[in-house]
């Protein structure tokens, strides 16, 4: 079975040393060995504390947290607080709850039948791009392909607008400075600072947040001033401007707006992109999976492709799945003790980080069988039994858990299945791909490839 790119396990001081040297705040590399088989334990020295949970029914318990002890991590809300402020995204507690209570009414519009339609629309605008790439054999960045794309069908979805090529560009470049410089991702402060210290940010990270909310900014405001002609706006965008508390009657502020749809905008395209990158690049390099999903989209025939379609191709969707597990967008779920606890037999004191960490569970050898294989297989209906409860949480788990799931996979199901239905992938310096974990996982340079029109079309 073909086995994608992972970085090698190495004892925990030598991991330490070995991200130190190498820099950049890759959090994937610093695993040491012993996390990928641990159900719970502590991980190497730490001034806070970091105690990974791995097993499911431990790690449940701090996800859903009934006591309310295991807020978001102090480290990733403080570091985020420039890009998303205090949105439901870093939240909790009685503040968490308001904004929940008052954005939930907006997600009836993420009706998965209208939102098909953008979905398509888009595609079909980026098919062109990749038509004058086909002509040319010029190669690009997968990276920036399916952040353009992926951000166009949540502009579009949320804002009712397809999204200008230099904004996705200036969105797509000023995320990458927020991810690989922000504060979070800096190993001495994980491993040095004490609990709930603060989270001063680097002047390029400050800059790179405002660019990105000046982007969003725009979007809203457009919103703010109202349709054309005294038209009515019907989208995800117009729902928060008019939810209302239901203890005070009133909205979002402006600011609040730009910190709960930029988490929209945002968790909705980034992470996508991030599992759509690994997707087309493991199957431009297993052309036995490729053909395989091929002739399921073929079998649907050469017209534009319905949403019941879409969703009756298990294999398209097993693959996503699959890809998920391998390489989840979001690959810790950090969270803090605010007061003393214990965990599977381990003592957490109040500031010890808890890290729940999909990218360790889904690769635990306890939980899954030749865990480190693609195997889109595992999600079949024949093989369900197999599955553990609990140890496949690529979208999150609890009362928290990614109210876009559902939004995210058809949206992924749709682009795997036009593009691979048109276009062979060629992916390039596939021997120096390697995966890095700084807010999402990633590689570590831009996957550069070709793309040429299907030979078998």
Not at 108 to 126: C, E, N, P, Q
Not at 191 to 210: G, N, R, S, W
């Amino acid at each position: 079975m073909y086995r994608p790119p992972r970085p090698t396990p190495l004892a925990a001081v030598i991991s330490l040393l070995r991200t130190a040297a190498r820099g950049g705040g890759d959090l994937m590399s610093l695993l040491p060995a012993k996390a990928y088989r641990v159900r719970a334990g502590w991980l190497g020295y730490s001034r806070r504390g970091i105690l990974i949970v791995n097993d499911p029914e431990l790690l449940r318990d701090v996800l859903t947290d009934p006591a309310g002890i295991y807020p978001k991590n102090d480290l990733m809300a403080g570091a985020l607080e420039p890009l998303v402020g205090n949105s439901i995204f870093v939240s909790h507690g009685d503040v968490w709850r308001r904004q929940r209570r008052m954005i939930d009414p907006a997600f009836s519009h993420m009706r998965l039948g209208k939102a098909f339609v953008s979905m398509s629309a888009a595609v079909d605008d980026y098919e062109h791009r990749l038509d004058a790439l086909c002509g040319t054999g010029e190669p690009f960045s997968l990276d920036l392909a399916m952040s353009h794309l992926t951000a166009d069908i949540i502009c579009r979805t949320v804002f009712s607008t397809s999204l200008r090529s230099q904004t996705a560009i200036d969105v797509f470049e000023s995320f990458t400075v927020f991810e690989r410089t922000c504060a979070q991702v800096e190993f001495k402060r994980l491993v040095f600072d004490k609990p709930f210290a603060a989270i001063p940010q680097h002047p390029e990270v400050l800059a790179a947040c405002e660019r990105i909310r000046h982007h969003l900014g725009e979007l809203v405001d457009s919103h703010l001033a109202g349709g054309e002609g005294g038209a009515v706006w019907d989208d995800i965008a117009a729902e928060v401007i008019a939810a209302r508390d239901l203890d005070t009657g009133e909205g979002f502020t402006r600011k609040e707006l730009l910190d709960q749809l930029g988490v929209m905008f945002l968790a909705g395209h980034e992470t996508t992109a991030s599992a759509l990158i690994w997707t087309f690049m493991i199957l431009g390099l297993q052309p036995q999976a490729m053909a395989r999903l091929r002739a399921e989209v073929d079998a649907s025939g050469d017209g534009a492709l319905s949403l019941e379609q879409v969703r009756r191709m298990t294999f398209v969707r097993n693959v996503f799945k699959e890809t998920l597990r391998l390489y989840p967008p979001i690959p810790f779920i950090p969270r803090v003790a605010a007061e003393d606890a214990v965990i599977g037999g381990h003592r957490a004191k109040r500031g010890t980080m808890l890290m729940i960490a999909p990218w360790t569970i889904h690769r635990h050898r306890d939980l899954w069988k030749d865990p480190h294989a693609f195997d889109p297989d595992r999600f079949s209906a024949e093989r369900e039994h197999e599955l553990i409860p609990g140890a496949y949480l690529p979208f999150g788990l609890g009362p928290r858990v990614c109210i876009g799931a559902g939004f995210a996979q058809l949206e992924a199901s749709l682009i795997l299945a036009r593009l691979c239905r048109r276009y062979d992938f060629e992916i390039l310096d596939a021997d120096r791909i390697r995966p890095v974990a700084r807010l999402t996982t990633r590689p570590e340079k831009q996957l550069m490839c070709r793309v040429r029109r299907r030979a078998d079309a």
